[in-house]
């Protein structure tokens, strides 16, 4: 009998260990290489962070509004949809990391840039994770399909909104600070 639960607690926990190894990498080989080449450029790595997950919304769009795809597009969707999250957690990480360090005042100016094209892209962002929300509450199809994806769908609201708040946190802190040069200038 003891035999028996210590197999099915190892069984459990190389099945818990097996689905954790099992996170897909959001970046391609090639968009993982442009990120590197652009580690020391704040504003460059923010815009391909932009365009990555523009290219994973738009690849949602596509499979949505293409008839030909309707076999395992729920599948796609949810992982297209993973992507976006595991983006825009990437983007709060540089964010994070890029308002931590020192730069020089040329980086400075990039990263605050970038973060000004963040908050821009938040927005557009939103609408599109609203304009497939609301398709799944209009569009039988949608939301019969929606049931593969509903929750990478939360996942990805989810980290667009701690994304925003970021990204408009460090931008309300520049302009608060912009405010202060303007103060001593006078």
């Not at 540089?94 to 970038?114: A, C, I, P, S």
Request: aromatic share 4%; net charge negative.
């Amino acid at each position: 009998m003891n035999l028996w639960k210590n197999s099915i607690i190892l069984l459990l926990a190389l099945t818990a260990l097996a689905a954790g190894q099992h996170r897909r990498d959001p970046l391609t080989e090639s968009e993982a290489d442009q990120l590197r080449d652009m580690r020391m450029e704040p504003l460059k790595r923010l815009k391909l962070y932009i365009k990555f997950t523009d290219a994973r919304l738009d690849s949602i769009d596509q499979l949505r509004n293409d008839p030909r795809e309707a076999d395992g597009r729920a599948a796609k969707i949810h992982d297209l949809l993973q992507d976006v999250a595991a983006l825009l957690d990437e983007i709060n990480d540089n964010l994070d990391t890029y308002e931590d360090q020192v730069l020089d005042k040329d980086q400075h100016k990039q990263f605050r840039k970038g973060v000004q094209d963040v908050v821009e892209a938040t927005g557009r962002w939103d609408e599109r994770l609203k304009v497939l929300r609301n398709a799944m509450q209009m569009d039988p199809q949608a939301k019969a399909e929606s049931h593969g994806y509903v929750f990478a769908l939360q996942d990805a609201e989810d980290a667009l909104k701690s994304c925003a708040d970021v990204a408009r946190e460090y931008a309300a802190e520049k302009d608060k600070d912009e405010g202060k040069g303007d103060a001593t200038k006078k």
